[in-house]
């Protein structure tokens, strides 16, 4: 709307066309001074050389250097795992809560979230404390129970840290899943049925491809969660080398904020590839 139109619109109803602008101003305010502008920050000192040149070395390095392809390729590989193994544990809880849960589905819920309301330290000092060399899980092997003699050395493992990450991410999962699967009218199930199909073939058939939607969304922020996760994996980590903990490494060893700006950028393309995937998934669901 044009100044001119603007000034012969009525007092009032200049007030109401102005007032949903003015509410959106602190928060466009606030996105601005702490989101957009570290951003903007960060992107240039990544093209900026030493001297204060442009320079696209760094990115050049990130992307053509077999090492730290090594490294974006142990990303990408280590929340692709944790994605697959979150959606193989999530569906059938996921599932039974929608479907078989009944009364029982508030305690369920209240347990998958629960450890979302625990501190990120406090969780994984908790698997520390599990399957550390005198943990509770080789206390029992090696005193209780004397299937060992030696403890076995489970923390700071790779395992144990694709563990910890699946722990947490997967009730992102199952509440992604389920409510897609709320949807879904159980009379195309109970049609498959009467026209002969067996369960498995209806949740093949029926139920899986109705909930490809939740399984979607879930596994994208799953994906990104994993992508960037840090503390894990430096406590639990057990010699992974990831983007999130190379940053550090440049920020506080090497002091190279450069290639710690880069290193950031680049994760930060890897998120917003997530979230156009998604986005085409929202606007193919409501195509």
Request: proline fraction near 4%; aromatic fraction near 10%; charge should be positive.
């Amino acid at each position: 709307m044009s100044d001119t139109s603007l000034q012969q619109v009525p007092p009032s109803q200049r007030n109401k066309l102005l007032t949903p602008h003015l509410l959106a101003l602190p928060a466009v305010l606030f996105l601005a001074v702490f989101f957009v502008l570290p951003l903007f920050d960060n992107g240039m000192r990544s093209i900026l050389s030493d001297d204060g040149g442009f320079t696209l070395s760094r990115y050049v390095s990130l992307l053509t250097d077999s090492f730290y392809l090594g490294i974006i390729g142990q990303t990408v590989t280590l929340s692709a795992g944790v994605t697959v193994i979150s959606i193989i544990i999530g569906y059938p809880v996921a599932y039974f809560l929608v479907r078989k849960a009944g009364r029982w589905a508030g305690l369920i819920i209240f347990l998958l979230i629960a450890p979302l309301l625990t501190s990120i330290i406090m969780r994984t000092f908790g698997w520390q404390v599990l399957f550390a060399r005198r943990g509770l899980v080789n206390n029992l092997l090696v005193d209780q129970l004397g299937l060992l003699s030696v403890p076995l050395r489970l923390t700071n493992s790779p395992e144990i840290a694709v563990a910890a990450l699946v722990h947490v991410l997967v009730p992102f999962m199952v509440l992604s899943i389920g409510t897609v699967l709320q949807g879904i009218d159980t009379r195309l199930e109970e049609s498959a049925k009467i026209l002969g199909a067996s369960r498995l073939r209806t949740f093949w058939e029926v139920t899986l491809p109705l909930s490809l939607d939740g399984i979607g969304t879930g596994a994208i922020l799953v994906f990104m969660i994993a992508n960037g996760s840090f503390v894990t994996l430096v406590l639990l980590g057990g010699g992974l080398q990831t983007l999130p903990l190379m940053i550090y490494q440049q920020f506080n060893t090497t002091r190279d904020f450069g290639m710690a700006s880069a290193m950031s950028t680049i994760l930060l393309v890897i998120a917003v590839f997530c979230l156009f995937l998604q986005l085409r998934l929202v606007r193919r669901k409501g195509a």
